[in-house]
C-alpha cells in the first residue's frame, strides 16, 4: 500500500508535457506572420488606409495582445494561445518536493485561488509574452540588415566607426551597432542554449520550469484542473437573469459605443469571442489548404462545365463581320455536305456552297488595304469542329484571339502553307463558295499569313504564341 501510495504521490495529471508545450509556444509563433501576411494581401486594396498599419506592424500587433493576453491571463488564468491547449499559469510552490497532492484533492479551489498570479504577476508574464518578443524581433531584424551589409562589403566594411565631432544620435546609433555585431549574437546563444538545456530537465522530471523565463518570475505552466473549468463557467455566467445596462446618472448616455458600456461588456466579449475564432481560423486555413492541394477541387468544377455549351469569343471592334460571319457559318454547317473520297470526283456545285461574306464586311490591312482572307467562326452549337477544316478538332490549340482550332491548320495558316490559303490566292474554285476559276489573287488580296484565321488579327510571335488547350 505504501509503494501505490508513493506511485500516486509522484503522478502529476496537471503537469502538461512537453510536447504539448513546444506546440503551444508554435502555434503562437505563427499568428504574427500569418496576420502580417492578411494585412499585406488586404494592402494592395485599400493602400491609402492599409500601409501605414503594415509598416507600423510590430508595434500595432503588439498593442492588440497586450489587451488581449491581459484579458486572458485575468480571465481565464492563462494566455491566448495557452487557453486553446487548455493550460494555465500559476505560481511554483516554495514547498519541498514542490507539489501538494492532498491538498489538490481535498480543496482545490482554495489551492486554485492561493497559486492564481497577482496583478503583478500578471504583468512580468505579459513582459515576457508581449514585450520580450517585440524586442527580439527588432533585434533580429536590425542584425539582418547589419549582417548582409559586413558580409556583402567584406572584412573593410567600417561604417561603424565614430566621427570625433559625432551628435548623441550617432553615439546611440553607435553604440547599438557594437551590441548587435559583439554582445548579441553572443546573448542570444546563450538563451537557446539555456532553453535547450531547461527543456531537457523539464522532460526528465527534474525541473518544474520548461523554460529559464519562467523560471526567473517564478511561474509555471499547468493543466487546467476541475475547478478551473468551473470558476471560468462562474465567470461566464449573467450576473442576473436579465442583462441590464448599469444605472446612469442624470445626463450621462447609455449607448453602446460609450466608453463606460465598451469596458463593461462589449470589450470583454469582444476578447473572450477570440476563443472561438482561432480555431475556427485554424479549421479554414486546413480547409482550404486541402481544397487546393486535392484534385476533388478540378473534378468538381470538371463535372460543372461538363454540360455547358460555351459560344465562339466576341471579339471588340469587328462586330458586323462577326454577325455576318456567324450567320454564314451557320448557313454553311446546315448546306455542307460530306467530302467525296476520290479526288477525282466531281465537286458540288457553286449554287449549294456557302458564300463568303460580303466584300464591305472582311476586314482590310491597314498597312496594304488589301483584303484578308478569313473564315468564318463555328456557331454555338458547333464549337467542337475546326473553322478552317470543318472538322472535328484534333489536337485543340487556342490562338491569341480565343478561338480554337486544330494544330496543324492554325500552324500552316500562320506559316501561309494551308491549302486553303494556297488555292484561294491561286484563284482555284472548289466548296469554299468562291466561284468559278479566275486568275491568280495575289496583289488583291492578302492570304492571312501571321494572322488569326477568324478575325484576321495579327498573332504576335507567329506559331510560337499558340497554346495547347487542355480538354
Not at 517585440?134 to 533580429?140: H, S
Not at 519562467?214 to 478551473?228: K, Y
Not at 463606460?260 to 469582444?270: E, K, N
Not at 484578308?372 to 490549340?397: D, F, Y
Amino acid at each position: 500500500m505504501a509503494s501505490l501510495g508513493g506511485i500516486e504521490a509522484e503522478f502529476d495529471d496537471v503537469k502538461p508535457s512537453l510536447f504539448e508545450l513546444l506546440s503551444e509556444q508554435k502555434l503562437a509563433a505563427l499568428i504574427p506572420p500569418s496576420l502580417r501576411y492578411v494585412l499585406a494581401v488586404a494592402t494592395h486594396r485599400r493602400p491609402r488606409y492599409l500601409l501605414p498599419l503594415l509598416n507600423s506592424f510590430d508595434e500595432v500587433y503588439a498593442v492588440l495582445m497586450l489587451l488581449v493576453e491581459r484579458h486572458f491571463l485575468l480571465t481565464y488564468g492563462g494566455g491566448f494561445t495557452e487557453n486553446f491547449y487548455g493550460l494555465k499559469r500559476e505560481l511554483a510552490l516554495r514547498v519541498r518536493g514542490g507539489e501538494l497532492p492532498r491538498a489538490r484533492r481535498a480543496v482545490p479551489g482554495i489551492v486554485r485561488d492561493t497559486l492564481k498570479p497577482s496583478e503583478r504577476d500578471v504583468w512580468k508574464s505579459l513582459a515576457l509574452m508581449v514585450g520580450l518578443p517585440y524586442l527580439k524581433r527588432k533585434l533580429d531584424e536590425s542584425y539582418d540588415i547589419y549582417n548582409a551589409q559586413a558580409n556583402v562589403l567584406g572584412p573593410t566594411y567600417a561604417r561603424d566607426t565614430l566621427p570625433h565631432d559625432a551628435g548623441l544620435k550617432q553615439r546611440i546609433s553607435h553604440c547599438y551597432k557594437w551590441f548587435l555585431k559583439h554582445i548579441y549574437p553572443s546573448v542570444n546563444a546563450a538563451y537557446h542554449f539555456s532553453l535547450l538545456a531547461f527543456n531537457l530537465l523539464y522532460l526528465f522530471g527534474t525541473s518544474k520550469y520548461h523554460s529559464p523565463l519562467l523560471w526567473l518570475i517564478g511561474t509555471r505552466i499547468r493543466r487546467m484542473a476541475e475547478a478551473d473549468h468551473h470558476a471560468i463557467a462562474h465567470i461566464a455566467q449573467p450576473k442576473g437573469p436579465v442583462l441590464r445596462r448599469p444605472a446612469t446618472r442624470p445626463g450621462q448616455t447609455t449607448s453602446i459605443f460609450s466608453p463606460r458600456m465598451l469596458a463593461a461588456g462589449v470589450y470583454p466579449r469582444a476578447l473572450s469571442s477570440l476563443r472561438f475564432l482561432l480555431p475556427a481560423s485554424i479549421f479554414a486555413l486546413k480547409f482550404l489548404e486541402w481544397w487546393h492541394a486535392s484534385d476533388f477541387a478540378r473534378q468538381l468544377s470538371k463535372k460543372a462545365t461538363e454540360g455547358l455549351d460555351l459560344p465562339p469569343p466576341t471579339v471588340s471592334g469587328m462586330s458586323r463581320k462577326a454577325d455576318s460571319t456567324v450567320a454564314a457559318s451557320s448557313e454553311r454547317i446546315s448546306t455542307k455536305k460530306t467530302r467525296p473520297a476520290d479526288p477525282s470526283s466531281p465537286a458540288p456545285s457553286s449554287s449549294s456552297s456557302p458564300q463568303i461574306a460580303p466584300l464591305a464586311d472582311l476586314p482590310l490591312s491597314k498597312t496594304t488595304r488589301l483584303r484578308i482572307l478569313t473564315v468564318p467562326p463555328n456557331a454555338a452549337s458547333s464549337t467542337s469542329l475546326c473553322p478552317i477544316c470543318g472538322s472535328h478538332i484534333v489536337t485543340p490549340t487556342a490562338c491569341q484571339t480565343g478561338h480554337v482550332f486544330c494544330y496543324t491548320c492554325i500552324f500552316r495558316w500562320i506559316d501561309g502553307s494551308h491549302p486553303r490559303q494556297t488555292a484561294f490566292m491561286e484563284g482555284a474554285a472548289g466548296d469554299e463558295g468562291w466561284g468559278a476559276d479566275r486568275g491568280s489573287r495575289r496583289g488583291e488580296w492578302e492570304s492571312g499569313e501571321g494572322r488569326c484565321a477568324v478575325t484576321g488579327r495579327r498573332v504576335l510571335g507567329g506559331a510560337d504564341a499558340l497554346r495547347r488547350v487542355i480538354v
